[in-house]
């Protein structure tokens, strides 16, 4: 078992930065691929950042330039330092992690909401 905690979110402006962490505890040592998700009120959950066990990221498009995942082995915690936020990046951040060693399962963290302001 995994649980994850995601915290950091808050109400920002435009042009603003804020870093969101995903503290992992449990099974850790399973987890071999850790991602952001983001869902806003009437849109559908996207996956927006990835990283790897090996370190590889992607993101998708729309982050790309202003977003950074990383993840901290030692604290087991992983990250997402948003820069240049613009208000359609508003919604509810979760972070998810992918048990590919033991359960083939992934988890969800409770999310953290993400308020940009215009």
């Known amino acids: 078992q995994v649980q994850l905690v995601e915290s950091g979110g808050g109400l920002v402006q435009a042009g603003g930065s804020l870093r969101l962490s995903c503290a992992a505890s449990g099974d850790t040592h399973c987890i071999t691929a850790t991602g952001w998700y983001r869902q806003a009120p009437g849109k559908e959950r996207e996956n927006i950042a990835g990283?790897?066990?090996?370190?590889?990221?992607v993101y998708v498009d729309s982050v790309k330039g202003r977003f950074t995942i990383s993840r901290d082995n030692a604290k087991n915690t992983v990250y997402l330092q948003m820069n240049s936020l613009k208000p359609e990046d508003t919604a509810v951040y979760f972070c998810?992690?992918?048990?590919?060693?033991?359960?083939?399962?992934?988890?969800w963290g409770q999310g953290t909401q993400v308020t940009v302001s215009s």
């Open positions: 990283i790897t066990n090996g370190g590889s990221t």
């Open positions: 998810n992690a992918l048990d590919g060693l033991c359960e083939s399962r992934n988890y």
